[in-house]
């Protein structure tokens, strides 16, 4: 029940965010293009390939935090994704998607006393919401958000 209750918090927000931002493009309405560019997201960031994680952020997130500092912030995350992934929901409102899924994710063991990367705690299920833009052609992610689930 909260859950549902959250969801529906999270759908009147990216409807308000939607009705604020007039609509200038073609939106594709397709759910699963925005799950496909979800998914992409997340592989780049399980690869630690963070070049291209950064190169899937929106304009915005992109202007306030610079390719370098992002990947630093995302090397020194203490968590990652796992192997699991389940998609429970997007929902799309004008240039913005809502995806929610259960992400399974590692933990490492943090050791201030070494600079290499620790092995991972077992793997944890979380839910996580998030929100994607449509710009330039593609949907798009906020960078702030994928470096704050990698510091969980």
């Given at each position: 029940m909260r859950?549902?209750?959250?969801?529906?918090?999270?759908?009147?927000?990216?409807?308000?965010?939607?009705?604020a931002y007039p609509q200038t493009q073609d939106v594709p309405q397709d759910p699963a293009v925005a799950e496909r560019?979800?998914?992409n997201?997340?592989?780049?960031?399980?690869?630690?390939?963070?070049?291209?994680l950064y190169a899937m952020g929106s304009k915005e997130s992109q202007a306030r935090l610079a390719e370098?500092?992002?990947?630093?912030q995302m090397e020194r995350g203490?968590?990652?994704?796992?192997?699991g992934l389940e998609?429970?929901?997007?929902?799309?409102?004008?240039?913005?998607?809502?995806?929610?899924?259960r992400l399974q994710m590692e933990y490492?063991?943090?050791?201030?006393?070494?600079?290499?990367?620790?092995?991972?705690?077992?793997?944890?299920?979380?839910t996580i919401q998030v929100m994607l833009v449509y710009q330039e052609g593609?949907?798009?992610?906020?960078?702030h958000q994928f470096v704050g689930m990698a510091s969980y």
């Open positions: 859950r549902m209750a959250l969801t529906g918090a999270f759908v009147a927000l990216v409807s308000s965010v939607a009705a560019a979800f998914r997201a997340i592989d780049a960031w399980a690869y630690n390939q963070y070049w291209r370098k500092e992002f990947v630093e203490s968590s990652a994704p796992g192997i998609i429970l929901d997007v929902r799309i409102a004008g240039s913005h998607a809502l995806i929610v899924a490492r063991f943090v050791s201030p006393h070494t600079r290499n990367r620790p092995p991972f705690a077992a793997p944890t299920d979380q593609a949907w798009r992610i906020n960078l």
